[in-house]
Each structure stands twice: as C-alpha cells, then as structure tokens.
C-alpha cells in the first residue's frame, strides 16, 4: 500500500472533494463510505469500491485488517492522519472510507409502498427515515427537490447502512408522482388529518413526509388521497419527522400482521 504524505495527491484531492461537496458526488456518481461498520455493510450486500483510503494510524487496528483482506484487489493508499482527518468530518475519524458508485435506479418509478419526503433538510433526519424504510420493509424512497442529498457522509452515517437495502431516487417530481400512483397515498399532518389508528392500511402506499418547519408543501396535501394525524396528548408539540414516520411505517405493518394470524 501506498503512503500518501502530500495534500496534492490526485487520490487524495478527490476524496477530499467527495466528501465535502455534494455536487461532485451528483457529477461523479460517487460518494463516500467511512468506517468499519458502513464498509462491511455494503460489501455484505455485494458491493465493490472503486478504492480505499486508510489512515497511517489505523493500518494494524484488527477490524480494518479484516476488512482489506476482503478486498485485497481494491486499490488502497494509506494516508497520512492528518491527511486523513481533513478528508473525513467525524471529530475522531474512523481509520478506513471508500469511494463508491452510487447505485443507478431501475427504470420506472415504484407502484407498492413507498416513503416520499419533501423538503426534509436536515441530514439526520434524513438518514433517519432511510433507515426506518429500511427496518419497515419499504424498500423504495423518493426525496424531492430540497431534500438534503441521500449519499452524503452524514445522511450515509445516520442511515447505518440502510442505503445498501433500499431503492433511493432523489430530486423526483413528487407532484407528478402522485398523479400516477395507482393505490393509496396518505400524508403525514400534524393536524386536521384522520387518526393514524382510524385508517385502513392494507393497500400498497404511498407515504409523504414534509419539512421539519413548514410541513408538506400545501399543493402536494391536496394531491394525496388521506391525511393521517397522530394523536397526541394535550399540549403536546408536533413530533420529529424520523419519530412520525416510525409510527406511520410500523402501525402499517402491525395492522398487516394482524390480518395475517
């Protein structure tokens, strides 16, 4: 393995700009993947990475050996630590990151469950929802215009790996999506929808998520077919999107179930 000890590094100039411009990840079709736990995920799901980075200080750690012994084919530098901490944005970095392709979708756009987001913002929230689709069993996820982009480090972080079971579509039209969604649509409001725990959920759906502050935009509410509200207890505030969705995805699935014994 290569040592790297210059800032001006081909490699090394490219990562760094992966990881902190998400318009060369969109350009490229590449993103980043760092530590252990992200990179052992993706290969257990079949994945390649084009090359691998690892930090002086982590070479002899025994969770990173083991990993590049699994990809002993993989083009690999070893990178001075501070070189390593510049490319990385974790306060104590993780020792091994990958450059990968992102996944190109299927043509055709989903007809069973789905989860949409409009305008949801905030990295972790983002993440968050991946990986409640993820442990829901709803595979495919359509993010709109706003959204904070789904292969970035931090989304790719707060996913823990949700990414490489899911079928993710970003900057989608969701108002031309919901006018050629054959079954259900329901949009999750903070009030004046019906019970969650009133509704039928049976049906393959189509779930819509909004915006941390303003909600679903106001032209895509009068487009989806229900409005699902969760009931709170007086004087309680809305709930955070990731906590809303959680809710929504498994009362669905519970509801499922119990038609099935």
Request: hydrophobic share 45%.
């Amino acid at each position: 393995m290569k040592l790297v000890s210059s800032r001006d590094n081909p490699t090394c100039k490219v990562l760094r700009a992966l990881a902190h411009d998400h318009r060369q990840q969109r350009s490229t079709g590449t993103t980043l993947i760092e530590g252990p736990h992200l990179l052992a995920t993706y290969l257990d799901h079949g994945g390649a990475p084009e090359c691998l980075a690892v930090s002086e200080g982590a070479v002899d750690k025994p969770e990173v050996v083991a990993l590049l012994a699994r990809m002993a084919a993989v083009e690999t530098i070893v990178l001075r630590d501070v070189l390593f901490r510049e490319i990385s944005d974790l306060a104590t970095p993780l020792g091994i990151l990958a450059r990968i392709s992102i996944p190109t979708m299927p043509a055709g756009l989903p007809e069973g469950d789905c989860l949409l987001l409009d305008a949801v913002q905030d990295a972790g929230n983002v993440g968050t929802l991946l990986r409640t689709a993820a442990a829901a069993g709803v595979c495919d996820v359509l993010l709109g215009s706003g959204c904070a982009g789904a292969w970035t480090p931090r989304v790719l972080r707060a996913a823990q790996g949700a990414h490489f079971g899911l079928q993710i579509r970003e900057q989608v039209d969701l108002k031309n999506f919901l006018q050629a969604y054959s079954s259900v649509s329901v949009a999750a409001v903070a009030h004046q929808g019906v019970s969650l725990y009133e509704l039928e959920l049976s049906p393959p759906i189509a779930w819509l998520f909004g915006n941390e502050g303003s909600g679903i935009a106001p032209e895509l509410v009068t487009m989806v077919g229900l409005r699902a509200t969760i009931p709170l207890v007086p004087g309680s505030e809305s709930l955070n999107v990731g906590a809303a969705a959680a809710i929504c995805l498994f009362e669905m699935r519970r509801q499922r179930a119990s038609r099935t014994m």
